[in-house]
């Protein structure tokens, strides 16, 4: 992926256009592959008109940026990252550890990669690749148009995992779940951390929710 995107766009418009987005957002959840059927859909269930929205939003928020290339920290089973590719058409890295583990319900074998694996294939996309790699040993990462910060939710890790997204260079960051306490301290921290990179901050108001960055060029 290469940093080549990062038209001028203000927090006001950001937010119209977002706003219009989700307002017009015909995307779907795939039938069978998605939050409700995953490894926790217990979780989920709980609120199926919050976690639509959230993932809804997901889509909005790629839909106004339109980047070209994306990568995500904790791609998982694949279903964030299905709104962001269907809302834009960009090319994908996902990186996860993609653990395998005994299904709960199900009492079955989880495999969240082989889950994303047929995901993407039945959605038709075609420009994207997996890393399987434990965030903490990498340096660096792919600079992308868009990063998505949604791996591990504690302090520490949240706070490297932003550090990785802000010394890539992206024209734009998305943090997912940051109204959790150490996320948002997280969040707090790479601000300051990063404040003369920073044009803009917007928050997106779903479950758990999530705050856009926009990088200065």
Not at 85 to 94: F, H, N, P, T, V
């Amino acid at each position: 992926c290469q940093d080549t995107f990062n038209p001028p766009m203000t927090q006001q418009e950001f937010k119209a256009a977002f706003d219009a987005n989700l307002a017009n957002c015909d995307w779907e959840k795939h039938p069978r592959r998605n939050v409700f059927t995953a490894y926790d859909p217990e979780y989920y269930l709980r609120d199926v008109p919050g976690f639509t929205l959230k993932y809804k939003s997901m889509w909005a928020v790629a839909r106004t940026i339109m980047p070209k290339t994306i990568v995500e920290l904790g791609t998982h089973a694949g279903s964030s990252a299905d709104a962001y590719i269907s809302a834009s058409g960009a090319a994908y890295i996902g990186f996860d550890m993609f653990g395998v583990a005994l299904h709960p319900r199900a009492k079955e074998e989880w495999n969240p990669r082989a889950v994303c694996e047929k995901l993407f294939a039945e959605r038709g996309f075609t420009n994207w690749e997996l890393r399987e790699a434990d965030l903490r040993q990498l340096e660096s990462i792919p600079t992308a148009d868009l990063i998505v910060v949604d791996a591990a939710h504690d302090f520490k890790n949240e706070l490297l995992d932003l550090m990785l997204a802000g010394n890539a260079k992206p024209a734009w960051i998305f943090v997912d779940d940051v109204n959790g306490a150490e996320c948002a301290e997280a969040a707090r921290v790479f601000l300051l951390t990063f404040g003369d990179r920073v044009e803009w901050t917007q928050k997106t108001d779903y479950p758990d929710g999530g705050l856009v960055i926009k990088m200065k060029p």
